[in-house]
Structures are given as C-alpha cells and as structure tokens.
T-cell receptor, first 114, second 112 residues
C-alpha cells in the first residue's frame, strides 16, 4: 500500500483565498483524522471520521474550516477565507478499527497564507 | 484521556541506550500507553504501545511500572536517525474510542 497520500505538499496563497487540502487514506481503514501542527500549539486534532461520518469536530478552530469525507477513499479540509494564522502543516492520518490503534500519517501539507 | 508529562528535551550519545520517561499518574484501568515519534518535517510514526506488561518490538521496548503511573521508552542502541520528538500518549483501546491527542513530547537529540 502507498500509505496515506496528501496533496498538495506545499501551498502558498494569499489571505482571503480558499484553500482545499486533500487526503487519501489507506485502503480498508475505517477512521480518518485531520491534524494541524504549528510551533506555538504543537499537533492539534481538528476532526475525525469513522466510516465517512464526522464523529468529533470540536478541534475545528472556527466556521472558516470545514471537512468532508464523501467516500471511504477521499477526504478534504477546506479553509475559506484563509488567514495568515492558518499557516501550518496539516496532517491526515488513518487507522483501522482494530485494538492496536496504530495511526498512519501522511507526509503533510505545508500551508503558507500571506 | 489521561494527561501525560514528559521532559521537553534529552540528549543521548550515539550507540547508547536512550531512556525516555513519561508520567501518567491519572491513567485509568482501560487506558493504554502509546508512543509515537516525529522526525523533522515528517508525519508522526507509531513506535509501540502497552497496557500493563512490558512490550518489545524491533524499534523499542516499553517498560510500564506496576502501578501504571509512569512508563519508559527504551531505544537500546540510539543512532543519529533516532533524533526526533517522542510523544507519550494514553488513551482507551481503539475499539472503544477514536481520538489520539498529542502533547508537547520530548525532543531527543542523539549526538555522535
């Protein structure tokens, strides 16, 4: 398996623009997570899905952020409008429903909002 | 999920054992101890996890105290490639809940 695949790897945009980050989880995994990492706040859980259904979005910072999972092999995280403080590395991760709980992370999408 | 406490940074000489401590004094009976690490610019990587007994795999060993209030991750022969941030996390079994919450971790520097 190719692992969790994220795109784009890097994005630079201007304040006010819409940003869409994409994630393809590992085939067969039931859970998908979106994390954000900054120097100041570390690694924060934004939202997670189970069987394509959002379970907990309490980490989503505000209404400018939205996430969807239309099917088992694809998820998006959208920021509209983007702001400079959204600059961070966004990680997607997935895992199966087994007892191990091992989370597999993608390589991240580095977002810079000017 | 229970909170964990880790030293912010540690140094280790290459080839020596790296012992990374973690306190989780409020851990519940059904919570596991997980360790992940994050090498610079990469996504976190799973290392090992355990409930009560000590565990060992090809990457590391996990020693959990009898009262389960603390644990130690051991990298038996640290290499320069082990330089990373190591996260200790406690949580219920994955089939009882979904979240994995990361703290600040320990930044391990392995020096030649």
């Amino acid at each position: 398996d190719a692992g969790v695949i994220q795109s784009p790897r890097h994005e630079v945009t201007e304040m006010g623009q819409e940003v869409t980050l994409r994630c393809k989880p590992i085939s067969g995994h039931d859970y998908l997570f979106w994390y954000r990492q900054t120097m100041m706040r570390g690694l924060e859980l934004l939202i997670y899905f189970n069987n394509n259904v959002p379970i907990d979005d309490s980490g989503m910072p505000e209404d400018r952020f939205s996430a969807k999972m239309p099917n088992a092999s694809f998820s998006t995280l959208k920021i509209q409008p983007s702001e400079p403080r959204d600059s961070a590395v966004y990680f997607c991760a997935s895992r199966s429903a087994g007892t191990s709980g091992e989370l597999f992370f993608g390589e991240g999408s580095r977002l810079t909002v000017l | 999920d229970a909170k964990t406490t880790q030293p912010p940074s540690m140094d280790c000489a290459e080839g020596r054992a790296a012992n990374l401590p973690c306190n989780h004094s409020t851990i519940s009976g059904n919570e596991y101890v997980y360790w992940y690490r994050q090498i610079h610019s990469q996504g976190p990587q799973y290392i090992i996890h355990g409930l009560k007994n000590n565990e060992t795999n090809e990457m590391a060993s996990l020693i959990i105290t009898e009262d389960r209030k603390s644990s130690t991750l051991i990298l038996p022969h640290a290499t320069l490639r082990d330089t990373a941030v190591y996260y200790c996390i406690v949580r219920v079994a994955s089939n009882q809940g979904g979240k994995l919450i990361f703290g600040q971790g320990t930044e391990l520097s392995v020096k030649p």
